[in-house]
């Protein structure tokens, strides 16, 4: 890869691993006495890991003229291989921490071991390792094939790619030390923060600087999710996590706001991760990927405008649901509520439109699991979101507020729409990217499914069971106007609910792996065959060829 | 906008764009879409009507139905406290024998004692209050302190080595760790202590070291343990010859025990439950003990 960067990108190379060296022994010498110091030398042997691999290719000869006309996809195969390796690491994680709940004396006596640190390892990883790395593969493969147009430079895009791993890395490291600002899906501290907006406005200048060279008129509508996302996750991730350090050696900070006000601060960041992180990005995968494999055009482009314009917008507002009946005033509840229940209709519209986009391909669906995976993806998506505004109405929050009602929820969106549509995209774009004629194995890729499918059933069925259970426990009166059940009663309740949840876990997990084996497979057949299709090169390069239908 | 051209399956136009090969079908936003936006657009809207809801300047929209969350909470406190008054001042004001002699009111407390006692008492001492190890057995084991209502009542509210200042206060010294006994003595001492609820632990081979340790019992231990080594209420030491154990019966327990000494926690309930729940949670206690002790009675005979 360091080949393929140019002469002044190797310098830029050099300069970015010096001064991130520099930082990472800075860090290790102020910290020396605090956690922060292990951080300082992750980074510092990160950048020399890059520097050696630099100096190694440093001689090489510069990449020949011949690079700008073929798209850049060497840092979507990487990520795509990373996401594989960061699903996995989640969900085992995942595994582990649900065994832990159903079985809590399966534990060893290490604090890195307790379930406190272990689970936000399983939500970061899954949610920034994996779903991060795929938003960020797929947005640049997406981004060049629907604007025409190479990515500006060889260097930023892996700037991009191992600057964002180097966060996660940071992040997971950080939880199992005992590192965190306990703000959920915020828990890295101050310094992983800063290091991610460098990364992610690097990230948001690609696509811009790609944008402005496009040789197509019109942007898709993948790539209006895809930045709403990033801009979105830019603001989000600033706001929520201004904080002042201790001091400069330290890892420890105090958020900026305090009390309710950083409650709906961390809340409104919270939900519009979810919309704009595990959503949007996720919607822009889909709106590709879904009608190539398909090879159909989307059902229409009219619900495609209403439904964005009213995602982004309404999403915004939704937050303040998560704090019905707290210390935030109510009026602040109400418009949660409002925009929430409103939100159901382009939501559903964002589905319909995906799911009538394969009308005329139905008989694809049912024989290529590759599709169905996209397919089911849309209709867990309609699921998650009707559920999500169903449960933001005061009234039934009052009963699935800190239940496993929410996980159930999570988890229907997480496991159902988020990873089926990233395995059904990653499983159409391997062989596109690698030049293979198919993947190594379809009937992995059934077994997957199965296993995904079945382990979401499982998963979900058994927290909306639990959920409802334990909210119901927790409000049974008795004749005499007390509480019925004690709280330790209604854990006895769930138990059986978490080993089926731990269950569907395992079996969703296993399915990761056989991806991962699968397209590992698939890229070490040697087997190469024509590109994607014969409009797989930026236009303007090559004199305008009558565009063909798609192959897969 | 370029011209389309007509998907044949749909028989829609396309809108004319085109990226690498994926086309978008102009088909109008489908109906019902329209209709769900103004129907769940005239829903919001009409909620945050009657909700408190939108902000101006210095306030906000106090909504036509008056709701204030503030008050629904304070309103349901009320609603819920007259709806357990019959009961509940009766049990503040009656004393412990006059509620346990009122099978009525009896089947409250056992109602709510299990609830409070689930939730306050079962993480140390179990659902059943049977006990884990650290954590004693207070079914069916003698109470330390005594039994006497009143007095569990006490120990409930004042807590054992607590914070409360009238908390009871016990400590069973580190014989071995602080140097008053030798290691020998030490396991001389475990070994008679085994034998008093135990004994076929007395073997001709460790006989002797079992003698000296009942000399070193009578020295160190009778003040608080007593003569008899039965225990003592008012320094609520153990009873050594019985089978319940706090920290383990065998002799390894023991000597540990012995050698690093144990001073008991529990919370002073009073800074944390109203009288009246200390007091159910006392009678659902006695009642339960007094089950208890019905079934093994039973079961003995």
Known sequence: MISQLTGNERVLAALTFLILLCVGVAMAAAGRDDLIGTHGWIIAVSAIAGAVALLRAYDAPEPSATRLSEYYDDPSKVGIILTLIWGVIGMLVGVWVAALLAWPELTIDAAWASFGRLRPVHTSGVIFGFGGNALIATSFHVLQRTTRARLPDQFSPWFVLFGYNLFCVLAASGYLMGITQSKEYAEPEWYADIWLVVVWVVYFSIYIRTLLRRKEPHIYVANWYYMAFILVVALLHIINNLAVPISFGHAKSYSLFSGVQDAMTQWWYGHNAVAFFLTAGFLGMMYYYLPKRAGRPIYSYRTSIISFWGITFMYMWAGSHHLHYTALPHWVQSLGMAFSVVLLVPSWASAGNALLTLNGAWHKVRDDAVLRFMMLAAIFYGLATFEGSFMAIRAVNSLSHYTDWTIGHVHAGALGWVAMITYGSLYALTPWLWKRPALYSAKLVEWHFWLALSGTVVYVFAMWNSGVIQGLMWRTYNDSGTLSYSFVDSLVAMHPYYIARAFGGLLFLSGAVIALYNIVMTIRSPVAVASESASDIPLGLEPAAPIAQAGE | ?301
Not at chain 2, 19 to 43: A, D, Q, R, S
Not at chain 2, 123 to 144: Q, T, V, W, Y
Not at chain 2, 267 to 280: C, E, F, H, M
């Open chain 2, 1 to 301: 906008m370029s011209v389309g051209e007509r998907d044949p399956f749909t028989g829609h136009q396309t809108t004319g764009h085109e990226w690498n090969g994926i086309k978008e079908l102009n088909t109008p936003v489908p109906k019902p879409v329209y209709f769900f936006l103004i129907t769940m657009g005239v829903f919001a809207l009409g909620w945050t009507l009657l909700m408190p809801s939108w902000p101006y300047g210095t306030g906000y929209f106090k909504g036509l139905l008056g709701v204030d969350q503030k008050q629904a909470v304070a309103r349901s406190i009320e609603e819920a406290t007259a709806q357990r008054a019959s009961w509940m001042i009766r049990i503040e004001k009656e004393d412990l024998a006059q509620i346990q002699s009122d099978t009525d009111l009896m089947r409250t407390v056992r109602e709510d004692g299990r609830t409070l006692f689930g939730d306050n008492c079962a993480a140390c001492h179990g659902a059943n209050a049977r006990g884990n190890k650290g954590f004693p057995n207070i079914a069916e084991s003698p109470m330390l302190w005594g039994d006497n209502p009143q007095t569990v009542l006490q120990t409930v509210t004042a807590g054992i080595n607590g914070a409360d200042p009238n908390t009871r206060v016990s400590q069973m010294l580190a014989f071995g760790r602080d140097g008053m006994l030798t290691q020998e003595q030490v396991s001389q001492l475990a070994g008679f202590v085994t034998s008093l609820s135990d004994a076929a632990t007395i073997t001709d081979t460790n006989k002797e070291d079992i003698a000296k340790g009942k000399d070193l019992f009578a020295t160190n231990c009778v003040a608080c343990h007593g003569k008899d080594a039965k225990g003592l209420v008012e320094s609520g030491a153990p009873n050594l010859t019985d089978q319940y154990w706090i920290y383990g019966g065998s002799r390894g327990d023991i000597y540990q025990t012995i050698f690093s000494g144990r001073q008991g926690h529990m919370p002073s309930w009073g800074a944390r439950l109203t009288p009246a729940q200390i007091k159910i949670i006392t009678l659902y206690l006695l009642d339960l003990r007094k089950n208890e002790a019905g079934t093994t009675a039973g079961g003995a005979s």
